[in-house]
C-alpha cells in the first residue's frame, strides 16, 4: 500500500481570550488597528477590513482580509471574552499574529488551537 501525505496548504489558529478589558471589546476602530499591527506582525498582506459595532459598550464583529487568507474577531465585552480565528498560508506566521493579538488584548486567560488545513492523504496499492 502507497500512501502519498500532501502538505498542509494552510495553518488555522483558534483563538479564545478570556478576562479581557471590556472597553477594549467595544471599539471597532482600535480594534481593527490591533487586527491590522497581527497582520502586519505575521508578516501577511492586508487587502480589506470590515468591523461592526452593535452599540455603546455591546461587541463587535469583525473581518481583516489577507492576501494569505484572513483574521476575524467576534467580542463579547460583558464577558470580557473574544473569539479570534488566524488562517494565514504562505509564509505568513500565524502564531506571531496570536502572540500580537494576546499583548494588545491583555486577556487574563486563552486557550489556543493551531489547525493544519488542506491536508490530504491519498492511500492507494
Known sequence: MNEVVHAACGRHLLLDAHGIA???????AGIEEVLRGAAAAAGATALFAHFHAFGVGQGVTGVLLLMESHISIHTWPEH??????????????????AEHLLAALAPTSHALRDVARGLDTVSGQ
Open 22 to 28: 471590556p472597553e477594549r471589546l467595544s471599539d471597532a
Open 80 to 97: 470580557g471574552y473574544a473569539a479570534l480565528d488566524i488562517f494565514m498560508c504562505g509564509h505568513a506566521r500565524p502564531e506571531r499574529a
